[in-house]
């Protein structure tokens, strides 16, 4: 069966082809990337109306090249998946009716899948696939959870963030700093020359023993030690500030992911989302887990943050294991808000913790 799969729930237009072949896992065939990066960098943040715009520009485009790299003729497709939330209403529109029209024109049925549950089995696209059971540790722009995978739909959410995202935290210290959009890379880098340890600021929630976090203080934190620093701080001072921001943010979710593997009795964490691509966060958790003699996966790096592959591979999985049903009726609807823990599957459900 052959899966193609479209994201368009915020600034990166993904189209991608996979092959299910149950019992093995799905295979990528083709995979198609725009990134609208460039046109928002203007305004530091995402514009959603140019976000919907654009993803009409590029879909079909991308879709022609996902399927050519497969070399595969658009009629081979069996099932075209779509990202039917969470995200922005207008963007998520586009690649639902594109995904839409293209089943209808074909015959075939469509797929709505959860962007979450997109980056959740991402790392099974991976030269290096996880097994269930595992944590997760899903961090993105707009979502900061941990939860625990016993299989595909079987999730339970174990915490998750009560303010902004561990990405928005990235994002919106990296504004404060003069660093462009999207602030997660930029700020990383500028942290590469800094001190880690220059700046004392909050750990939120830390020593809390759930698995809540908050990250709207450390936002607050940041402009306060700003302002201490006077008009124009010096290039030092600035990495200073961007490596101890990254460091307050990667302890709490280091320190949050072990707790959290530890009190499920299990010894696989699996990383995913655009924040999951931070090169600190990964050595932490590397040798977090190193020590304990414990695995962690993650996305190819080029996975971490939005694509059509993630989506395509969610249906794929969905479909291999049968707790999704493709709809025929070519009726669709988009969730911008869809709490992750209303991802059920047939026979087993994502439980609240
Ligand atoms: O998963 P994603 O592409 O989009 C959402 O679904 O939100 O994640 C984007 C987020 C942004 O906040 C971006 O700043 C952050 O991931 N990010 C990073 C890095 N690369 C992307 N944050 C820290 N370090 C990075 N290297
Ligand atoms: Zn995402």
Known sequence: MIVLGIESSCDETGVAVVACQAPALPRLLGDALYSQVKMHEAYGGVVPELASRD???????????????????????????????????????????????????????????????????SPFLSNDPPSFPFVALLVSGGHTQLMQVDGVGRYTLLGETIDDAAGEAFDKSAKLLGLGYPGGPALARLATQGHPQAFALPRPLLHQRHSDFSFAGLKTAVMTTLRSLGDVPTEQQRADLAASTQAAIVEVLVTKAVRAVKAAGLSRLVVAGGVGANAELRRQLDAAALKRGWRVHYPELALCTDNGAMIAMAAAMRLDAGVSTPRSDYSFDVKPRWPVHELVAVGAGCTLA
């Open 55 to 121: 993803h009409i520009r590029r879909v079909i485009p991308l879709a022609r090249e996902a399927l050519h790299q497969a070399g595969l003729e658009l009629s081979a497709v069996d099932v075209v998946a779509f990202t039917r939330g969470p995200g922005l209403a207008g963007a998520l529109l586009v690649g639902a009716g594109a995904a839409c029209a293209l089943a209808a024109a074909l015959g075939k049925p469509t797929l709505g899948v959860h962007h979450l549950e997109g980056h959740l089995l």
